[in-house]
């Protein structure tokens, strides 16, 4: 097994160690503490973290203040600690702080030790409150770039989604091709995992709603789900009807035009004059050419929708850009791209 650290893991080293060491030099007791703020501080993404901060820096307030009136107005005594903890829990839960129940109860315990409440006391707590977390939000004000990850899984969803329409337009040529359909799973698998990344990325970034890179993948879950639900109807269509091979031919263009750019209307188009020619063509003579028809109909419909999908979408620019610089041809794929 490799032995990996992550920079998460990083950060709360070297943060935890930060803030102990800022406490300490600055005089304040119990400055171990900060670190344990610290750790507890440090999150996936800066959303988080700032939430997590927020909440402790909450409830870290209500124990100073619960801590004042219990112990000076009834005792310094275990029991007291119970009984102001069955007023103090359900208050920060109701101020919408939770996560900050452990991290106030121990500046409870310290007020506790000290035996008696004085300025000094709340402004050491205070102070040791605002380093552990000061320290944590400025160690997760760096946050490395997924963008180079959420790129993969483009690419692997969109390779993915080019030997899907290749095998359903070999299957409607040739009937059945062997093709064990691994990439039906490995998508859905892709897909979840790249949303996941990119909902973590706009974590990171406190004025984007959203990004373009979540909404890009949304669209591929949706089409994804169309593919499935057409798999089962591919299956009802013989391969010696000359339909069949026209909307095979057009399931393979479709394949070559797989990239995040933002228009549809080169295969719409496409489509559209398709199925004009199946409307202008002889009707079925048997019940087995009709039933193919009605399949190859559905399918060309659940197409349209497919395509649909992705004519709202602002298209992934910076990757466009790329591509441009790179090949010359990369132009009119974006032109023709779905």
Same mark, same amino acid.
């Given at each position: 097994?490799?032995?990996?650290?992550?920079?998460?893991?990083?950060?709360?080293?070297?943060?935890?160690?930060?803030?102990?060491?800022?406490?300490?030099?600055?005089?304040?007791?119990?400055?171990?503490?900060?670190?344990?703020?610290?750790?507890?501080?440090?999150?996936?993404?800066?959303?988080?973290?700032?939430?997590?901060?927020?909440?402790?820096?909450?409830?870290?307030?209500?124990?100073?203040?619960?801590?004042?009136?219990?112990?000076?107005?009834?005792?310094?005594?275990?029991?007291?600690?119970?009984?102001?903890?069955?007023?103090?829990?359900?208050?920060?839960?109701?101020?919408?702080?939770?996560?900050?129940?452990?991290?106030?109860?121990?500046?409870?315990?310290?007020?506790?030790?000290?035996?008696?409440?004085?300025?000094?006391?709340?402004?050491?707590?205070?102070?040791?409150?605002?380093?552990?977390?000061?320290?944590?939000?400025?160690?997760?004000?760096?946050?490395?770039?997924?963008?180079?990850?959420?790129?993969?899984?483009?690419?692997?969803?969109? !390779?993915? /989604?080019?030997?899907?329409? =290749?095998?359903?337009?070999?299957?409607? #040529? +040739?009937?059945? %091709?062997?093709?064990?359909? *691994?990439?039906?799973?490995?998508?859905?698998?892709?897909?979840?995992?790249?949303?996941?990344?990119?909902?973590?990325?706009?974590?990171?970034?406190?004025?984007?709603?959203?990004?373009?890179?979540?909404?890009?993948?949304?669209?591929?879950?949706?089409?994804?789900?169309?593919?499935?639900?057409?798999?089962?109807?591919?299956?009802?269509?013989?391969?010696?009807?000359?339909?069949?091979?026209?909307?095979?031919?057009?399931?393979?263009?479709?394949?070559?035009?797989?990239?995040?750019?933002?228009?549809?209307?080169?295969?719409?188009?496409?489509?559209?004059?398709?199925?004009?020619?199946?409307?202008?063509?002889?009707?079925?003579?048997?019940?087995?050419?009709?039933?193919?028809?009605?399949?190859?109909?559905?399918?060309?419909?659940?197409? !349209?929708? /497919?395509?649909?999908?992705? =004519?709202?979408?602002?298209?992934?620019? #910076? +990757?466009?850009? %790329?591509?441009?610089?790179? *090949?010359?041809?990369?132009?009119?794929?974006?032109?023709?791209?779905?």
């Amino acid at each position: 097994m490799r032995f990996k650290i992550g920079y998460r893991t990083l950060k709360t080293a070297l943060g935890t160690a930060v803030s102990i060491i800022i406490a300490q030099y600055l005089g304040f007791t119990n400055f171990a503490s900060a670190g344990i703020l610290t750790i507890l501080c440090i999150k996936v993404t800066k959303r988080k973290s700032l939430r997590a901060s927020w909440d402790r820096i909450l409830a870290c307030v209500f124990a100073m203040c619960f801590s004042t009136v219990f112990f000076e107005g009834i005792a310094y005594h275990p029991l007291v600690i119970g009984l102001m903890l069955l007023f103090f829990i359900p208050t920060v839960v109701m101020a919408g702080a939770r996560d900050g129940v452990v991290s106030s109860s121990v500046i409870i315990l310290h007020i506790y030790s000290a035996g008696k409440v004085t300025t000094g006391l709340l402004l050491n707590e205070l102070g040791i409150v605002l380093i552990g977390i000061g320290v944590a939000l400025i160690m997760n004000l760096y946050m490395p770039s997924v963008d180079t990850r959420l790129e993969q899984y483009r690419q692997q969803v969109e !390779e993915n /989604f080019k030997n899907i329409f =290749r095998e359903i337009a070999r299957f409607i #040529r +040739q009937g059945d %091709s062997g093709w064990t359909g *691994e990439e039906l799973p490995k998508t859905a698998r892709l897909i979840e995992k790249a949303k996941s990344l990119a909902l973590q990325d706009v974590e990171n970034h406190f004025l984007q709603g959203e990004n373009l890179y979540y909404q890009y993948f949304k669209i591929r879950e949706k089409q994804f789900d169309i593919i499935e639900r057409v798999l089962p109807s591919i299956t009802s269509i013989p391969n010696n009807i000359e339909q069949g091979e026209m909307v095979a031919d057009f399931i393979e263009l479709l394949s070559k035009g797989i990239n995040p750019g933002n228009t549809v209307l080169y295969h719409l188009e496409k489509l559209y004059r398709m199925r004009t020619e199946f409307v202008n063509m002889e009707l079925p003579r048997t019940r087995g050419e009709f039933e193919a028809r009605a399949a190859l109909l559905h399918f060309v419909n659940e197409m !349209e929708r /497919f395509l649909l999908l992705k =004519r709202s979408f602002k298209g992934l620019k #910076r +990757q466009e850009k %790329s591509e441009s610089k790179k *090949e010359p041809g990369s132009k009119l794929r974006r032109k023709t791209g779905w």
